[in-house]
């Protein structure tokens, strides 16, 4: 397979699949990354996308290989990858997504203790001559081991922590997922909230049945409209493929805020909507 430069961006790598981004690719930045940012142990995932599996299977191979123990979190969220750096005090993250691109591609998002992004300006360009280079590293006397382990109570409780969960009043909420990552999300949280919600393309799908899952476009925010008008919500929510994106909508099926975030989580940015619509109307969120 051919491993080239063009995928390196400013803040992380992205690309066709399997032109650009690929096996051979994972594995070299397996072998890399834990010598460049002195990795000990990472948290590894990928979104629903079908090739992140197999990308996510060699670059765990080249991790271990180069001595790094992974916890593997699987199907996930780029958050949950932030989350699990931070919360377990482990050396970095690597999350394999591509975002809000389309199908055809996939990527790697990259973090260094803290969950700090690894970038043009802080490794990144590093990252990509090593992995540039003719021969890698000799493999570590002792292979790291792999920890399979799902933190989704865990990253849950972290973000509802953040939350007064006596304010909350029972909204009837859409929550439009979009066949990605944010769906087991949605279907674990939803049990410890008073809404009633409505889920929209629910199941994690990478054929993406439903469309690309991207409602920073308009033309795929019709779906989660439909949803709030037919079901008659109070308001409404739409996620990209790996939930780093979030789209609110009022009761009318209107879009009011675009690519919320909060300390890097689109969850808790939509939950900190929730509890200021229940504290003071929902008006005082879509008239703002």
């Given at each position: ?238 996620w990209n493929c790996d939930f780093s994106r979030c789209i609110l909508f009022d009761e009318r099926g209107n879009c009011f805020e675009s690519g919320s975030s909060e300390g890097g989580s689109s969850m808790l940015a939509w939950l900190r909507v929730m509890e200021r619509c229940s504290q003071f109307g929902v008006h005082s969120e879509t008239n703002a």
């Amino acid at each position: 397979m051919n491993v080239s430069a063009k995928g390196f961006g400013v803040c992380g790598i992205r690309g066709l699949y399997p032109d650009v981004v690929n096996e051979e690719l994972a594995y070299r930045v397996g072998r890399a990354f834990p010598g460049l940012v002195g990795a000990r142990k990472v948290a590894v995932g990928h979104d629903i996308r079908l090739s992140g599996p197999f990308l996510q299977a060699e670059l765990v191979r080249g991790l271990t290989e180069a001595g790094c123990d992974v916890l593997d979190i699987d199907l996930c969220g780029t958050e949950m990858i932030a989350f699990a750096v931070r919360a377990y005090q482990l050396d970095g993250g690597i999350m394999l997504t591509a975002g809000s691109d389309a199908k055809a591609y996939n990527g790697m998002t990259l973090m260094r203790r803290d969950a700090c992004l690894l970038t043009g300006d802080t490794g990144l360009k590093d990252l990509e001559a090593l992995v540039l280079a003719a021969e890698s590293a000799p493999a570590a006397v002792r292979a790291g081991q792999v920890e399979k382990e799902d933190i989704t109570e865990d990253y849950i409780a972290d973000i509802l922590s953040h939350i007064d969960l006596d304010r909350l009043k029972p909204f009837r909420v859409v929550a439009n997922t979009g066949n990605g990552a944010a769906g087991p999300v949605i279907n674990a949280i939803e049990k410890k909230l008073p809404f009633d919600i409505v889920k929209v393309n629910n199941i994690p799908d990478g054929n993406f049945p439903n469309g690309e899952p991207n409602p920073l476009l308009p033309e795929n925010r019709e779906a989660t409209a439909e949803a709030i008008l037919e079901s008659e919500a109070d308001l409404g929510a739409a996620w990209n493929c790996d939930f780093s994106r979030c789209i609110l909508f009022d009761e009318r099926g209107n879009c009011f805020e675009s690519g919320s975030s909060e300390g890097g989580s689109s969850m808790l940015a939509w939950l900190r909507v929730m509890e200021r619509c229940s504290q003071f109307g929902v008006h005082s969120e879509t008239n703002a």
